[in-house]
């Protein structure tokens, strides 16, 4: 089994989305103690933009080689692509960014969700071609983001599930640490309502 571990936060691994998709990790190991871990931190990579080939190709004002194909970031897109199809599992850690995600998972998202390749246009609308597979997001966030005490918009998760979605990914569950600004009591607070969120679904008959 291969899971793709997913970062994202400039906070590295002291990141609080970081260490909740370690402990929905370390539940997924514990059903699959073989399992292969493939580790992408987007902050660290600091993948670049797409570039004008990529756009040329995507608007379909331009049809590249074989060999053109491999460069720049249609070469990228096909790398992070073949990544994520090897995997059975994906974790996804990333706090939230101005409402949604941060600028690098974003750049990650432009490389992975290709026409033609990952999804199709039809006249229903956009059709995934990926397998679906099990996606488990670990979102982390200053202030409240889902809930009653919430007060701003929240374009994080329904975001991920709309572009998830688009390459055919559907299987998404979301466990969330927030109002991490409002100082260690309440974080402590969060942190044990997400492992005891993490502990329900794991502990459930059928995960
Ligand atoms: C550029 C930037 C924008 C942020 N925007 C928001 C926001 O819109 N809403 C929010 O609740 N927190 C926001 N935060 C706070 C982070 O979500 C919060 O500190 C979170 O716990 C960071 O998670 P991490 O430790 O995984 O990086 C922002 C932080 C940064 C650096």
């Known amino acids: 089994m291969n899971i793709l571990h997913i970062t994202c ?6 990141a609080e989305s970081y260490l909740l998709s370690q402990r929905i990790l370390a539940r997924l190991l514990e059903k699959n103690p073989q399992a292969n871990i493939i580790s992408r931190d987007l ?8 570039d004008s080939d990529y756009a040329a190709s995507l608007g379909g004002t331009r049809q590249f080689s074989g060999e053109e194909s491999k460069t720049g970031s249609l070469g990228m897109s096909e790398r992070l692509i073949v990544e994520l199809e090897s995997a059975d599992c994906i974790v996804i850690g990333t706090p939230m960014h101005n409402f949604t995600v ?7 998202i432009d490389h992975v969700v290709r026409i033609h390749r990952t999804f199709n246009a039809t006249p229903e609308g956009k059709v995934g071609l990926l397998a679906d597979r099990p996606v488990f997001i670990a979102a982390s966030s200053g202030g409240h983001r889902i809930g009653e005490r919430s007060r701003q918009p929240d374009f ?5 599930r709309a572009i998830l979605a688009t390459i055919g990914l559907h299987r998404l569950t979301f466990f ?9 009591e ?3 607070g969060a942190k044990l309502e997400a492992d005891q969120a993490i502990a329900g679904h794991f502990n459930s008959a059928r995960s």
Do not use: M
Not at 43 to 50: E, F, I, R, T
Not at 102 to 108: D, G, H, N
């Open 9 to 14: 936060s400039p906070r590295g691994k002291s």
């Open 102 to 108: 941060p600028s690098v998972l974003k750049a990650w």
């Open 156 to 160: 994080l998760e329904p975001y991920l």
């Open 186 to 188: 309440p974080l402590a």
């Open 43 to 50: 902050w660290a990579d600091q993948l670049p933009h797409v």
């Open 176 to 184: 969330t640490v927030q109002g991490t600004a409002f100082g260690p």
